[in-house]
C-alpha cells in the first residue's frame, strides 16, 4: 500500500517556464514533508521541506506548498533550469519529522533547452 | 570528505551467493538506513538502526539481514539471493528523526542472476 505517491512518472518542461511537481498521500499522521533531488548514479539530496503548520515553504527558486485537507503538495521550480533535470522523490514523517521517511514513487523531471 | 560511504559500487551474483553490502558514515549520526530503490517503486525501507546495538525492519525486510557494528557502519546482507532482489541499494544517516538531515550515500547497484 503506497502511501505517497506520485502520479506522474515523468515531465519534460521548458527551460524558463515553470515545473509542477505533484505528491498525494494518504496517512493523516504524516506532519512533515520533504522533497529530494536524485541524479544519476548520485543518492538522493534534500531539496526543501514543510512542516503541516504551514501551507507554504519558499527557498529560492523552490517553493513547496501543502494542502492538507486534500492530502497533496506540489513542488514549483521557477525558472526551471537545465540542471534541474533529474528525478525528484516526494518523502512524508510523522512526529514532526522526527519518525523515519517513507518516499514516493518519484517523478524525473526533463528540461528542454 | 564527510559523508555516507558505500561499498561495493556495482555487484553482480548469482542466484543462491550471499553478500553483504558495506555502509560507513563519518558525520557522528546516530540514525542509519538501508533503503532499495526500484523502477515504479521508489525508495522503500529495508532496515534501520535509530542508535548504535538496536535494528528495526522497515517496509519489505525479508532475505535481508543487517548488522549496527558500531556508531558508523551499517551493513546488509543477502543470505541467499534472489533474482528479485535486483536492485539500487541506498544507504542514509541522520541525526536521530529530521528528515532534512538524511545524508545518502551514491548506491550499490545489484544484479542477481
Known amino acids: 500500500d503506497q502511501q505517497v505517491k506520485q502520479n506522474s512518472p515523468s515531465l519534460s518542461v521548458q527551460e524558463g517556464r515553470i515545473s509542477i511537481l505533484n505528491c498525494d498521500y494518504t496517512?493523516?499522521?504524516?506532519?512533515?514533508f520533504l522533497w529530494y533531488k536524485k541524479y544519476p548514479a548520485e543518492g538522493p539530496t534534500f531539496l526543501i521541506s514543510?512542516?503541516?503548520?504551514?501551507d507554504k515553504n519558499e527557498d529560492g527558486r523552490f517553493t513547496v506548498f501543502l494542502n492538507k485537507s486534500a492530502k497533496h503538495l506540489s513542488l514549483h521550480i521557477v525558472p526551471s533550469q537545465p540542471g534541474d533535470s533529474a528525478v525528484y522523490f516526494c518523502a512524508a514523517s510523522g512526529r514532526g519529522g522526527n519518525e523515519k521517511l517513507t518516499f514516493g514513487t518519484g517523478t524525473r523531471l526533463t528540461i528542454i533547452p | 570528505n564527510a559523508g555516507v560511504t558505500q561499498t561495493p559500487k556495482f555487484q553482480v551474483l548469482k542466484t543462491g551467493q550471499s553478500m553483504t553490502l558495506q555502509c560507513a558514515q563519518d558525520?557522528?549520526?546516530?540514525?542509519m538506513y538501508w533503503y532499495r530503490q526500484d523502477p515504479g517503486m521508489g525508495l522503500r525501507l529495508i532496515y534501520y538502526s535509530a542508535s548504535e546495538g538496536t535494528t528495526d525492519k522497515g517496509e519489505v525486510p525479508n532475505g535481508y539481514n543487517v548488522s549496527r557494528l558500531n556508531k558508523r557502519e551499517f551493513s546488509l546482507r543477502l543470505e541467499s539471493a534472489a533474482p528479485s532482489q535486483t536492485s539500487v541499494y541506498f544507504c542514509?544517516?541522520?541525526?536521530?528523526?529530521?528528515?532534512?538531515?538524511?545524508?545518502f550515500g551514491s548506491g550499490t547497484r545489484l544484479t542477481v542472476v
Open positions: 514543510i512542516s503541516s503548520i504551514k
Open positions: 558525520m557522528n549520526h546516530n540514525s
Open positions: 496517512n493523516s499522521m504524516f506532519d512533515y
Open positions: 542514509a544517516s541522520s541525526e536521530t528523526g529530521t528528515g532534512e538531515g538524511y545524508t
